[in-house]
């Protein structure tokens, strides 16, 4: 999911997921080996993918970025660097022509495998960042700050980061469960279900995915099945500044929304497993107390 921009693009997305034949992620190169003595840090690197580069700059690395995807926004100064493909769909001249040492990908889709020996043979290596659950954040701040030489910035932050974590535990620890959906869209009506990202997030203070038995990474439901499920919270996606413009569910007269347990969310910031889903899963912790009173 690190790979979107909005909405539209999500489910664009999730749609080409479903043709890929990744690699198992055990096979990839393994990143945040520190170097060699002899060695040199990498030090020209191109991001495919969001959150990637969200954790480069996290780690103090951000100035090795020389190039990234359509939809790399944040921080700010990635919002200036060169274009190289959408993150499925690659421009490999425009990669070759920046001459990168490194690759760092989400995942090992159909193009990057047919890329493997074109990038052999120019000496560009290429690895992979996943986290799959929350905790893994500040793992590969820390990873990239040893690939990378930046380890003075990546230590404390990733310190900070897991202070954080810790804290959100402690202070929603043996509360009552409450179940949350997610409503990312009603054209058609999407949200997660079997996803290890977003339900650690819900796990850190009692929240419960109400479609995580679904076995699907983002089913299509129907309002009628969330109605029927009724969820104790509904978290809708919406940009910053933009309004939820979503199913209706106060006319559809979920309990929840009557409630005003209807709370809008930041996709880029929830679904892209970065330094601010930390930030957002504080927020949510937050609403799903408030369900709780």
Known sequence: MSMLNSLGSF????????GLIAL????????????????????????????????MFAAGAGDKVIATINSSDHPAPARELPRVGDGVQLNIEAV??????????????????????????????????????VDEIPDEILRFGRLFGTQETAIPFAAELR?????????????????????????????????????SVLALCGGVNLYVDTGLPAPQVSAEGVLSR??????????????????????????AALRNHL???????????????????????????????
């Open 230 to 255: 009724n969820p104790d919270v509904v978290l809708v996606a919406a940009s910053v500044g933009g309004s939820m413009r979503q199913t209706p569910w106060k006319a559809l007269g979920l309990p």
């Open 96 to 133: 070759l022509a920046h001459h990168p040492d490194v690759l760092l990908a989400w995942a090992p889709t159909h193009t990057l495998r047919a890329l493997l020996p074109t990038l052999s043979a120019s000496g560009i290596t290429l690895q992979y960042s996943q986290p799959a659950v």
């Open 263 to 293: 709370h809008a969310v930041n996709p880029d910031t929830l679904l892209r497993p970065g330094p601010r889903l930390i930030e957002a899963a504080e927020d949510i912790c937050r609403h799903i107390d408030e369900a709780r009173q």
């Open 163 to 199: 202070q954080r974590l810790q804290a959100l535990r402690a202070l929603y620890a043996g509360r009552p469960p409450v179940s949350v959906f997610l409503d990312l869209g009603d054209t058609p009506l999407m949200t997660l279900g079997d996803d290890t990202l977003f339900n």
């Open 24 to 55: 198992p992620l055990a096979l990839t190169p393994a990143l945040g080996q520190e170097a060699a003595p002899n060695e040199a840090i990498p030090a020209r690197v191109i991001t495919l993918a969001p959150h990637i580069t969200e954790l």
């Open 11 to 18: 489910k664009r997305y999730m749609a080409t997921l479903a």
